[in-house]
């Protein structure tokens, strides 16, 4: 065959070389500035916007080609993905750690529509995301006849409005550059979230008539978080040192190594005994002795008994609060201890969204970021206490059991699957993008604010595989590892997102732990048989995903990645973690199905991986 002749990469349909996604121009471009699209992508570089996460549409085809050929695609480099759903999620996964915005470009009214759920989640776990969206031409005489028509909407952001910080529709070159630094401040100041912008068509199109005046952008930075008042420290530290029985609920907090140190400082100042969850990313040393409780999504009766005890209680920006007494203490019974709640939350919330909680009680309430109160708080109890030394825990330290051994033979169980993955991660540096769900928690240990990117926020299916692929691009070159372990419904429901990873060069080890079910539903459905003395032999109908079974690996393949599976046991899954970790160092993506066993010894309800957080 001659060498015209021969198919390029491009058409080879299942090509699977391994690309750094560092997609090179095919021709040098003019990069002067001409263009009011020009000025936009200019003014994403001048914020150090370094990533762009998309699914091309033609709403933004002048942006596009600012991107392109304007800035040569660098800073902020282009992410295509495979849904708009993906491009949010990465954005999401991204921010959780770095606490700086991505940004994301949604085509049209359409592609908005596709990307409201990774919106809502981005929302409820206080992410900063800079969305951009696009609309048809504002003038209806420049608009192309059907196709700008369907795509043009009046207050296009009010899809939105209610799960977003800010929005606007600029409708100039220099309405343009304030609105991006404008929605980017925004994002980035505490409590965090997504901004829309939506950019219209004929306005990215338009020819500059004038030289465009960019912003200092060092006068432009988000402010400095809420700072406690020296009354609300010195009354907090006054309560906590009196305190026999205190406790801190470490909730959202930063990722600075700074402030985690900080944190440890305060709790060992005070001698209090710290909780955290999984809700949200690694607040505090799992292995600590003032940690007496391993984290969960949901209290335990351990903790239930602890809250009961305490007579003071710090709550830094602790996610549902008032829900968090309910769980521990019965639902209409009092805390009795004395509450301290740090959190600037409140200037989020809205009438539409009820991810508020319950309004919970507060002796002392403090408008403050909890890390900017941390360490005044932590001078102001030495200076009480008169002394720079630790105090004597005022709970009786962590007695930690013996986790136990895998099953080597037969077929795994979730509690198996943690297990393996709690050995591997001992002697790794590891960030753990999600979770599957019913995972157990006394097999987590945390030693570093990274180590986990903390939950999805909002709850939807399908978030994981997005997630992960933003929280390794976030930590790639740091000599992390990043890894997931995902449910398989949620692997199917976005493993187009791992494509994005392939693509783009970025290394992730992914676990799936596949029971073939939606379990979580399956938990429900044997309630309600119960409660309506119904056959309970009946709860797998209509949630298994079987006859045919999925062929997660197949699919894994199909996005241009490595993988193996199905893995039946521990043994097993323990050799292919490491044939995983040697792909990933290399920088590649590699996928595990690993198959569990519901109905495992030991397992209880607890195996369920594929349905949603209720």
Request: with cysteine; hydrophobic share 40%; aromatic share 6%.
């Amino acid at each position: 065959m001659p060498e015209s002749a021969k198919p390029s990469l491009r058409e080879t349909p299942l090509a699977t070389a391994r690309f750094d996604g560092k997609d090179p121009l095919q021709k040098p471009s003019n990069a002067q500035m001409g263009w009011t699209s020009d000025a936009m992508a200019e003014t994403l570089r001048r914020l150090d916007v370094k990533y762009i996460a998309l699914t091309p549409g033609a709403s933004y085809r002048g942006l596009h080609d600012s991107l392109v050929n304007y800035l040569g695609n660098r800073d902020p480099q282009m992410m295509v993905c495979l849904h708009e759903e993906h491009a949010v999620g990465i954005a999401q996964g991204y921010g959780k750690i770095t606490g700086k915005p991505m940004a994301v470009a949604l085509h049209s009214n359409v592609g908005l529509m596709h990307g409201t759920m990774a919106i809502f989640n981005a929302w409820c776990s206080r992410t900063p995301v800079l969305v951009l969206g696009a609309t048809g031409p504002g003038d209806a005489d420049e608009r192309r006849p059907w196709i700008d028509w369907i795509h043009t909407s009046k207050d296009q952001a009010s899809m939105i409005r209610d799960y977003t910080k800010w929005d606007d529709e600029p409708r100039s070159a220099a309405a343009a550059v304030e609105s991006l630094t404008r929605g980017w401040q925004i994002a980035s100041t505490h409590p965090c979230g997504p901004v829309y912008i939506c950019l219209d068509t004929g306005l990215q199109e338009q020819k500059l008539e004038k030289e465009i005046k960019f912003p200092d952008m060092a006068r432009y930075q988000p402010g400095i978080p809420p700072s406690p008042s020296a009354d609300a420290v010195e009354e907090a530290a006054r309560l906590l040192v009196n305190a026999k029985k205190p406790i801190i609920l470490m909730g959202r907090v930063s990722r600075s190594m700074a402030d985690w140190n900080a944190r440890i400082a305060l709790a060992e100042a005070i001698g209090a005994a710290v909780l955290t969850d999984t809700k949200t990313a690694p607040a505090f040393p799992t292995d600590h002795p003032l940690h007496p409780v391993e984290p969960r999504f949901r209290p335990s009766p351990a903790v239930g008994e602890m809250i009961k005890q305490a007579d003071v209680i710090l709550s830094l920006d602790w996610i549902d609060l008032r829900g968090y007494f309910a769980l521990t203490l019965g639902k209409d019974t009092e805390v009795q201890a004395k509450v301290i709640h740090c959190s600037v939350d409140e200037y989020l919330h809205n009438g539409w969204s009820m991810d508020y909680f319950g309004l919970p009680p507060a002796d002392l309430k403090i408008l403050s970021s909890p890390d900017q109160l941390v360490r005044p708080l932590t001078d102001a109890v030495r200076k009480l206490r008169g002394t720079q030394a630790k105090a004597e825990p005022k709970w009786p330290v962590r007695n930690v059991a013996p986790l136990g051994k895998p099953r080597e033979e037969g077929v795994m169980g979730l509690r198996d699957l943690a297990l393996v993955i709690r050995d591997f991660c001992d002697t790794r540096d590891v960030t753990m993008a999600g979770f599957a769900l019913g995972w157990p928690t006394d097999t987590i240990s945390f030693r570093h604010p990274l180590d986990f990117a903390g939950g999805d926020g909002g709850g939807g299916v399908g978030s994981g595989p997005s997630n992960a692929v933003g929280t390794a691009l976030a930590v790639k070159g740091s000599g992390r590892l990043a890894m997931t372990v995902v449910g398989d419904g949620d692997f199917t429901m976005g493993c187009t997102a791992f494509w994005t990873a392939a693509h783009m060069g970025i290394p992730l080890l992914v676990v799936i732990a596949n029971n073939q079910v939606y379990y979580n539903d399956v938990a429900h459905q044997e309630r309600m048989a119960v409660v309506r003395g119904r056959p309970v032999e009946n709860k797998f109908v209509g949630q298994e995903m079987i006859r045919p079974a999925l062929d997660l690996v197949g699919l894994a393949r199909a996005q241009g990645l490595e993988a193996e599976g199905p893995v039946m046991n521990a043994k097993d899954f323990r050799e292919a973690l490491k044939r995983g970790e040697e792909v990933v160092r290399n920088g590649g993506v590699y996928v595990i199905d690993a198959r569990i066993d519901v109905g495992a010894p030991g397992e209880g309800n607890r195996g369920h991986t594929s349905g949603r957080r209720d």
